[in-house]
């Protein structure tokens, strides 16, 4: 992956630069002593991941050590680096007690917008729910958010973060890792219990261990962090070969402090280091935003970018997290995102291990859940990158159809795809979960990340306007549904009591149609309905949340049986698929995607590959068949003429 790994350029009056902190070095204690110490967690990389499941784990009050070998946030000479936090991003930093600040600096963009040339293609709103804690999409220098995530490490009080301690080498053993570091001092041995690999797309420890990963090589891009003067609506601006850009795609935007972020596709032989010298970087810029446009350039540079996987994200002792992991392009937030949810998906895992409150087994389900999901990330910013790039004749000439006829025909406008947004993967096959017993015709079902609904929250019968998750602890959640916080039986009551003395996190709380609170049970007052409808539940109805917030069991008519075994299958007591193959695993070299979710994506790729499979010279007399075939199929004279009325209109001549 060839990335720009410097600033290619840094003069004074134009580029005016980010102002990085930078923090001190000290030598370690190990490294002073020359005894290597046995650590519970060692996290290599102090990036956004590193530093989310560092955060995690000190809440958890366990030690951790994090190793890396800059002294500052972000990459010296990566610009601002992710930009798009998912709603499940801000949700899982608010219970590590930092999203606040992310959600006080960030910027909120409501549109998404396509432009084929200069004219809009298709527009759609993001956040239409007013009571949703968080926005869809927040943007904000990835920078940003890791000087928050250090800055609560220093809270927690928890954590030792070694700045410039190079991770060198790392050997796996079949009950701890042993970690090689290089130091301005010298070099170091140090060890771990379990090692988290989050150093990112070019992994020391990935390469330690002799470990490769399935690919498909992609695209490049020139990047330009800017602050302007002239007037732009604050919204995702995407453009499909722009005026200013022709033949290319580009897209635009902004982030916190005033500035905003361009990306310009370039060529496939395009000469990456004159892409990206002040000369060439304000020519593009003057044609995107005019010769008479006031701005300054904060940081400018390129990337290259593909899609790739480990076959395995778990070898003994050692974890796999984010781009160490898996690779995507940017497109649709997906890269980081799953990044976060990697940690979010181990971190509780490993604390109930380490605390001797679940077997070691627990910990395969990582590989079993969020291998899944990244595979999922790839297919769908695959398709993406695509569409904006088309690598085939009938890709190309299939994407070209629906951008033209996507201004007149809404179904058609469904298959712009120019980057989905990141949601939560669903582990419908995880052998965490507890089969339903009972019919559920609407609700998150087991494996899903639960909604966190407005709700107010009640103290007697005052009530406070709040949200299901805040101010939760970092266990178990039983969310419980009745009436009234009297009709709560004795029997549920005794079994949660029971499960608190067993010394698993744990907490339970009511969601009550009667403004009342419970004196034992935190209580939330769902005046609206909402909470009820959007859980399916009825009075008497409950759920079990994982300490990752998805859903582990649900009950109808529940008294609180069935709890028990319930949170034994949560935590891997149960049966658990080992998928690891060890150390060693090089991949299969091949990365298998999965059908896109939607029939009318499906009917769109194999239309792709039906054009692909045929001769430059076989496509017209393919197609006719196909058009024939077709339009006998449908029967009806008068759908038919619809389609063809519809067709010949989208290609009259635009006379406007």
Same mark, same amino acid.
Request: proline content about 5%; aromatic content about 8%; hydrophobic content about 40%.
């Given at each position: ?14 580029v005016?630069?980010y ?22 967690? !060692?996290?290599?990389?102090? %990036? ?8 995690? $784990? =000190? +809440?958890?009050?366990?030690?951790? #050590? ?11 000479g ?5 930009v ?40 759609y ?9 968080h ?20 809270e ?11 991770v060198?080498?790392?050997t ?8 090689? !570091?290089?130091?301005?001092? %010298? ?8 090692? $988290? =690999? +989050?150093?990112?797309?070019?992994? #020391? ?26 007037p ?34 370039v ?57 160490a ?7 649709g ?19 109930l ?21 990244a ?13 904006l790039?088309?690598q ?18 809404p ?15 669903v582990?419908?096959?995880s052998d ?10 609407a ?27 805040d ?30 003395e ?8 009511l969601?009550v ?33 994982r ?5 582990a ?10 709890m028990e ?13 080992d ?39 076989m ?38």
């Amino acid at each position: 992956m060839n990335e720009f790994r410097a600033p290619v350029f840094m003069s004074a009056k134009e580029v005016l630069g980010y102002d990085l902190p930078t923090y001190p070095y000290r030598m370690p204690e190990e490294q002073r002593t020359g005894q290597a110490q046995r650590h519970p967690v !060692v996290v290599v990389g102090a %990036g956004l991941v590193g530093l989310t499941v560092a955060v995690d $784990l =000190a +809440c958890r009050d366990i030690p951790v #050590v994090v190793l890396d070998d800059s002294d500052t946030v972000g990459a010296r000479g990566l610009s601002s680096r992710g930009v798009n936090f998912a709603r499940r991003s801000l949700e899982i930093w608010d219970r590590l007690g930092m999203g606040h600040r992310v959600a006080e600096k960030g910027v909120v963009w409501n549109t998404h917008r396509t432009y084929q040339g200069a004219d809009t293609i298709y527009a759609y709103e993001m956040n239409l729910d007013p009571d949703q804690k968080h926005p869809a999409i927040l943007a904000l220098q990835q920078y940003h958010v890791e000087q928050f995530l250090i800055e609560r490490l220093a809270e927690l009080g928890v954590a030792d973060v070694r700045w410039r301690n190079e991770v060198t080498s790392v050997t796996s053993m079949p009950d701890h890792a042993v970690v090689e !570091v290089q130091t301005p001092d %010298g070099t170091y041995r140090t060890e771990s219990d379990y090692l $988290l =690999a +989050c150093d990112g797309a070019h992994s #020391v420890v990935r390469r330690s261990l002799g470990l490769d990963s399935a690919e498909m090589a992609f695209d490049r891009w020139f990047i330009s962090d800017v602050k302007i003067d002239t007037p732009i609506a604050r919204e995702r601006h995407l453009w499909i070969d722009p005026p200013f850009h022709e033949g290319r795609c580009a897209l635009l935007i902004e982030m916190a402090d005033g500035v905003w972020r361009t990306d310009m596709q370039v060529g496939e032989g395009a000469d990456m280091s004159d892409a990206v010298t002040p000369e060439r970087a304000m020519e593009r810029l003057d044609r995107m935003f005019g010769d008479d446009a006031s701005y300054g350039i904060v940081w400018a540079g390129a990337y290259s970018f593909q899609f790739r996987a480990l076959d395995q994200f778990r070898h003994d002792r050692i974890f796999f997290l984010g781009d160490a992991a898996h690779e995507n392009p940017p497109f649709g937030g997906r890269g980081g995102n799953g990044g976060i949810q990697d940690a979010d998906n181990l971190a509780w895992k490993l604390d109930l291990v380490l605390n001797g409150s679940a077997p070691d087994a627990l910990l395969d389900s990582y590989q079993a859940e969020r291998h899944p999901a990244a595979i999922e990330n790839i297919a769908q910013t695959a398709r993406s990158c695509w569409f904006l790039s088309p690598q085939s004749p009938g890709r190309r000439l299939l994407r070209d159809a629906v951008l033209s006829f996507s201004k007149t025909d809404p179904d058609i406008r469904l298959l712009v795809n120019t980057g989905r947004m990141s949601v939560p993967f669903v582990y419908e096959s995880s052998d965490l979960n507890t089969t339903d017993a009972d019919l559920w015709q609407a609700g998150p079902a087991p494996g899903t990340a639960a909604p966190n609904t407005k709700v107010d929250l009640l103290d007697g019968t005052d009530a406070a306007s709040a949200h299901v998750f805040d101010a939760r602890n970092h266990g178990f959640l039983c969310l419980y549904f009745a009436e009234s916080a009297g009709d709560v039986s004795a029997e549920f009551r005794q079994a949660m009591r029971d499960i608190t003395e067993q010394g698993v996190p744990f907490e339970a709380r009511l969601i009550v149609s009667q403004k009342a609170a419970d004196p034992e049970f935190l209580t939330f007052h769902d005046a609206s309905g909402q909470a009820f409808a959007e859980y399916g539940a009825n009075a008497s109805d409950g759920y079990l949340l994982r300490p990752d917030g998805h859903v582990a069991a649900r009950w109808r008519g529940w008294d609180g049986s069935g709890m028990e075994s319930a949170l034994r299958q949560a935590r891997g007591e149960g049966p658990v698929v080992d998928s690891r193959t060890g150390k060693g695993d090089a991949g299969t070299g091949k990365l298998d995607l999965p059908d896109p979710p939607r029939d009318d994506e499906i009917l769109f790729e194999r239309l792709v590959s039906a054009v692909d499979s045929q001769a430059d010279d076989m496509v017209v007399p393919f197609l006719r068949h196909l058009v024939l075939r077709l339009g006998l199929r449908t029967q009806s004279p008068d759908v038919l003429s619809n389609a063809v009325a519809a067709s010949l209109k989208d290609l009259e001549p635009d006379l406007s």
